[in-house]
């Protein structure tokens, strides 16, 4: 047995890429705590009831859990920070008006969400709590576009979508969880075929065909602004969805000169068990997974006895720098051990203040170079310090 192996889809971040992400992470942090939004540092475990209140199944499949030794109480390693921020907006700062609060840490899966991605992505995000306005949907939205502009992506396709469209068709049907559950997954994989058999089994007693026919209609409707003219004409007038699609078009509207492209996807349900609004996802050419996801989540904070309206983002900063493969790693400057000599130690202090990476060279060690860290030196020329390219 190798011992040095590490798990599936686990894996050590190396020098370039970590300092990739780290730089990420700075300009993202940097950016969101100008806009207003305060950053935390939640525990990476605490007990399972709190990480999983309001976020459904989904993540109760997701989280390593493990015997608090302590209290005999089972705990769980986050995979979201979402329901820690809510707990801590409800709970430890219980302001009365907006909250802004954005974080930045590992999050730990039991299995990958897909196939190519690790079990240990770094997610950096922000979430706005107390506005259940279209107008903080719009800055949390904006906010998301300005972070992937800051980390180097150019090429934004933005996916809107809003689950309140199938609440609406639902809610009075008295449909059981498990049928619910089905449906949400058959409407997010957009298998017809499947979905038509699902409608169409004795559980057709619990909708009315109108309904069935506008459920079987939602995996259609995907493309651009067209589709919501046609899903106003096809899909039935409650004001939930008539809401809904107005939210969309007024989106599409304010956001479209700062993206490549918009559609829409009004069958999207990433997130259904806690999302209660407009759900959204930022794609990038060379990425067949989301970048960014977020949406607004209202009913989430119930679970800790303080109901908000809440709405936010969150970006896989181990996935982003995959994609951002620019020079961010400038190699060092090769310095000589500056014993007792002042000139040369005030040009090595004064080329660090200036963001310079300087690596002393250590006694014993002049004769084995290694050029894959730095490609300048110091070097005394007619009795001056001076950098030199290699």
């Known amino acids: 047995m190798r011992n040095w192996l590490l798990p599936e889809y686990v894996e050590d971040v190396l020098p370039s890429e970590a300092l990739r992400i780290e730089k990420m992470r700075r300009c993202i942090l940097d950016l969101l705590i100008v806009h207003g939004y305060q950053f935390v540092i939640?525990?990476?475990?605490?007990?399972?009831?709190?990480?999983?209140?309001?976020?459904?199944?989904?993540?109760?499949?997701?989280?390593?859990?493990?015997l608090d030794q302590l209290s005999g109480r089972m705990?769980?390693?986050?995979?979201?920070?979402t329901p820690q921020t809510a707990r801590i907006d409800a709970h430890l700062?219980?302001?009365?008006?907006?909250?802004?609060?954005?974080?930045?840490?590992?999050?730990?899966?039991?299995?990958?969400?897909?196939?190519?991605?690790?079990?240990?992505?770094?997610?950096?995000?922000?979430?706005?709590?107390?506005?259940?306005?279209?107008?903080?949907?719009?800055?949390?939205q904006c906010l998301m576009l300005k972070c992937l502009a800051v980390s180097g992506i150019d090429k934004i396709h933005l996916d809107l979508g809003h689950v309140a469209?199938?609440?609406?068709?639902?809610?009075?049907?008295?449909?059981?969880?498990?049928?619910?559950?089905?449906?949400?997954?058959?409407?997010?994989?957009k298998d017809t075929a499947a979905l038509k058999e699902l409608l169409c089994t004795g559980l057709d007693k619990r909708l009315d065909k109108p309904i069935r026919d506008a459920l079987m209609l939602l995996p259609e409707l995907y493309g651009s602004k067209k589709i919501l003219a046609h899903a106003r004409k096809m899909l039935p007038s409650y004001p939930e969805i008539e809401n809904a699609l107005d939210q969309l078009e007024m989106v599409e509207e304010e956001l479209k000169e700062f993206v490549d492209n918009i559609t829409f996807d009004l069958s999207d349900l990433r997130g259904y068990h806690y999302h209660t609004g407009m759900v959204f996802a930022a794609y990038t050419p060379g990425s067949a997974n989301a970048i960014?996801?977020?949406?607004?989540?209202?009913?989430?904070?119930?679970?800790?006895?303080?109901?908000?309206?809440?709405?936010?983002?969150?970006?896989?900063?181990?996935?982003?720098?995959?994609?951002?493969?620019?020079?961010?790693c400038s190699k060092g400057i090769l310095a000589p051990y500056a014993k007792d000599d002042k000139a040369l130690e005030k040009i090595i202090e004064q080329l660090r203040n200036d963001g310079h990476i300087v690596i002393t060279e250590l006694p014993g060690s002049e004769n084995k170079e290694n050029t894959l860290y730095y490609d300048r030196k110091i070097i005394l020329h007619n009795g001056v310090w001076q950098v030199v390219g290699i």
């Not at 475990?45 to 390593?64: A, C, I, Q, R």
Request: aromatic share 8%; glycine share 10%; hydrophobic share 35%.
């Open 42 to 66: 939640p525990p990476l475990l605490e007990y399972v009831e709190s990480l999983l209140s309001g976020s459904g199944s989904d993540m109760d499949l997701h989280m390593f859990k493990v």
């Open 75 to 81: 705990m769980g390693l986050r995979a979201d920070s």
């Open 93 to 140: 700062l219980n302001d009365e008006g907006v909250t802004r609060l954005c974080y930045a840490n590992s999050v730990l899966h039991t299995v990958p969400c897909e196939i190519t991605r690790t079990r240990e992505p770094f997610q950096i995000g922000a979430e706005l709590y107390g506005h259940s306005g279209l107008e903080s949907d719009l800055e949390i």
């Open 165 to 189: 469209i199938v609440r609406s068709l639902i809610k009075d049907s008295g449909a059981l969880p498990e049928f619910e559950a089905d449906l949400y997954n058959l409407l997010q994989a």
């Open 292 to 328: 960014a996801l977020g949406g607004r989540y209202d009913e989430i904070g119930k679970a800790f006895g303080r109901a908000r309206p809440a709405t936010g983002f969150s970006i896989d900063l181990r996935e982003l720098s995959r994609l951002v493969r620019s020079d961010t």
